[in-house]
Every structure is written in C-alpha cells, then in structure tokens.
C-alpha cells in the first residue's frame, strides 16, 4: 500500500540554525499538507500546497517557515532560524484531491521528530 | 466556527464493541465529518468520513444523527491495537480541507 514517507525520523538541531524537513508524498496525489504537533498537545494544521504554490496557511505559518515541491516527488518544509518553540513532531500528509475538498481523505508520514537545542 | 465536542476519554473492554460520541451542533448542509486516529507515537490516520448517511468501512462504522448534530463512531470489536486518540472532525464544504484537529477522545482498551 502507497504511503507518506518522511525523512529523517528524528532531526536535533541548535536554536537558529536552519532546517529542512523532507516528505515524499503518494505518487498519484495533489494536495500537500504540513501539520505539527508540539508534545502533549493537539495536531495543529500549518499549510496546504497546490499546484505548487500555498492554498492556505495558519497564523503558526510565519515568515520563518517556507515550503518547496522542489522536484516531481520530495515536498520540504524549511524553518529558516528555530527557535526553542519550533521543538515538535511534524507531520506530512497528501491527498489526492478530489474536486470537493470536504471529501479528501488525508493520508499522513510517521513524522519528524524535531528537537531544538 | 467549524469545533466538535467530545468525551475527553473512554473505556472500553477487549472485544466489545466501542461507540465514540462526537457532536457538531452548528453544522451546514455540505460539511463533512470525517474521523481520524493516531495511535501512540504515529501520524493521524483516517478512520472514515460521511456526509449525511451511515457509513461502512473495514475499520469502522460511523452513525450520523438524522438532524447531522451528532454522530457516533462504531468500532465493532475493540481490540488493543484500537488504543488511540479518535479525532472527529468537521470540514467545513467548500473549504479547501485542512483538517482542524481538537483534543479528541482518548480511548483505552482493556484486555
């Protein structure tokens, strides 16, 4: 069964450096999501990405945070300077876009684990 | 203001059946109610979606109440693979999808 795959499982980093999180999303599908979730606490959505470009994007999603389909498979999330608060599992998920969004099923990587130091 | 309400937790026994309470009382015409689930340590994972009839799945059933305020997920014979947090969630239709997670209801299985 196809499924989201996220690289690296696990990511430490030090407060300010940069970081790119990679995700290869289902072959088939269209809509690209980030979520992340800080521990102990609830999924929260951070951006959607159509067409290569941002469909819709949280308050979380700052100007530190940027997104790529640099190629025809990886979708990336970069955080240019983390910050200690940046600590959290994200998570990829893609969809393959039926015309009634409602409808899409998402489905999701194991995360990346990412520790700021 | 697309917000569900759960319980925050339930119980349930191994092998009997586990009905999961989720009410969306301000809901519209074309949103969506889809479940999702995330087992300890992993991503979300679908469960199952519907709009105003009751649906089946190999997981799962989900019951929608006839005025749509409320449904209920069905988990025929919990098994404790089935411990996990069981999101109900609305999309709003129309919208393009994100899915807003709440806190959800924790559920734990007995053996």
């Known amino acids: 069964e196809p499924e989201v795959t996220q690289t690296p499982s696990h990511q430490v980093t030090q407060m300010g450096q940069e970081v790119i999180l990679r995700c290869v999303p289902i072959?088939?599908?269209?809509?690209f999501y980030w979520y992340r979730q800080i521990l102990g606490q609830k999924v929260e959505f951070l951006v959607s990405?159509?067409?290569?470009?941002?469909?819709?994007k949280s308050e979380i999603f700052d100007d530190q945070f940027s997104v790529e389909r640099p190629d025809g498979s990886n979708f990336t999330l970069k955080i240019r300077s983390t910050k200690l608060e940046d600590s959290a599992m994200y998570f990829c998920?893609?969809?393959?876009?039926?015309?009634?969004?409602?409808?899409?099923?998402?489905?999701f990587g194991a995360g990346t684990r990412l520790s700021v130091l | 203001d697309a917000k569900t309400t759960q319980p925050n937790s339930m119980e349930s026994n191994e092998e009997e059946p586990v009905h999961l309470p989720c009410n969306h009382s301000?809901?519209?015409?074309?949103?969506?109610i889809h479940w999702y689930r995330q087992l300890p340590s992993q991503g979300p994972e679908y469960v199952i979606h519907?709009?105003?009839s009751n649906v089946n799945n190999r997981m799962a059933s989900l019951a929608i109440a006839e005025d749509r305020k409320s449904s209920t997920l069905i988990l025929h014979r919990a098994t404790l693979r089935d411990a996990a947090v069981y999101y109900c969630?609305?999309?709003?239709?129309?919208?393009?999808?994100?899915?807003?997670f709440g806190k959800g209801t924790k559920l734990s299985v007995k053996p």
């Open positions: 998920a893609s969809t393959p876009g039926l015309s009634q969004r409602a409808k899409n099923i998402q489905y």
């Open positions: 072959s088939n599908h269209l809509y």
């Open positions: 990405f159509y067409n290569n470009e941002i469909s819709e």
């Open positions: 301000t809901i519209s015409g074309t949103d969506y």
């Open positions: 519907g709009l105003t």
């Open positions: 969630i609305r999309i709003i239709g129309g919208s393009q999808g994100n899915l807003i």
